[in-house]
């Protein structure tokens, strides 16, 4: 089964570190997102990509960056950790036909303790 | 810029009975809208999409309605159970895939 994985599940970090979250995803879908979920705040959209070297910024990007090097992937790098992206981040996908966006499928969640 | 609020933020039922959650946005020039299931500790899942043209949606004991207009949209189960008991999110497309979440709804059904 097609499929959309996140990893490290967990990690614990201290500031000023570099951090890479990778997401893989074998649905082949064209459209990739990252969020961070907050208590408060609900999902909010960090970085996105619609294919192969786009990339592009979303509501919370500051301090985030992506690279789409292929279809499957979309990591997040997090240049310079900071305890306020202390957070869960979620992968997502989807795929576009024409007009229509398709359903969102989403991984696991990768839990970023920053200390 | 889009807002989606949902209410109630917390709901405790007993099992057996019909539900509706609600789900308002302020902008209704929207391509699509999700409702999505999250339990503890888990991703999201995906429950039903409605598009813009559509006025509603169906999946076995849920029914998800949409009402561009008004920036409405309800999820409706029915016969709830104790396997109900997650956060729902309902989310809106305005632009380009991109999806405005609200902050959900904590579900509860007491056996």
């Known amino acids: 089964d097609a499929e959309i994985t996140q990893s490290p599940r967990h990690k614990i970090t201290e500031t000023g570190r570099q951090v890479t979250l990778a997401c893989h995803q074998t649905w082949n879908h064209n459209n990739m997102f990252w969020y961070r979920q907050d208590l408060g705040h609900g999902l909010r959209l960090i970085h996105y990509?619609?294919?192969?070297?786009?990339?592009n910024k979303g509501e919370v990007s500051d301090g985030y960056s992506v690279s789409r090097s292929n279809t499957e992937d979309l990591p997040l790098t997090l240049e310079s950790a900071a305890s306020s992206q202390t957070s869960v981040y979620f992968c997502?996908?989807?795929?576009?036909?024409?007009?229509?966006?398709?359903?969102?499928?989403f991984g696991e969640g990768s839990r970023l303790t920053v200390l | 810029k889009q807002e989606v609020t949902q209410i109630p933020a917390a709901l405790s039922v007993p099992e057996g009975e019909n539900l509706v959650l609600n789900c308002s946005f302020t902008d209704s020039a929207i391509y699509n809208l999700q409702w999505f299931r999250q339990d503890p500790g888990k991703g999201l899942t995906s429950l039903l999409l409605i598009q813009s043209s559509q006025r509603e949606q169906t999946s076995g004991r849920l029914n998800a309605s949409l009402d561009k207009s008004s920036g409405r949209s309800t999820l409706y189960i029915a016969a709830s159970q104790p396997g109900d008991s997650a956060t729902y999110l309902c989310?809106?497309?305005?632009?380009?895939?991109?999806?405005?979440f609200g902050e959900g709804t904590q579900l509860t059904v007491n056996p």
């Open positions: 990509s619609y294919g192969v070297q786009d990339t």
């Open positions: 997502a996908s989807s795929e576009s036909t024409g007009w229509l966006s398709g359903e969102l499928f």
């Open positions: 989310a809106v497309e305005t632009s380009g895939s991109r999806l405005t």
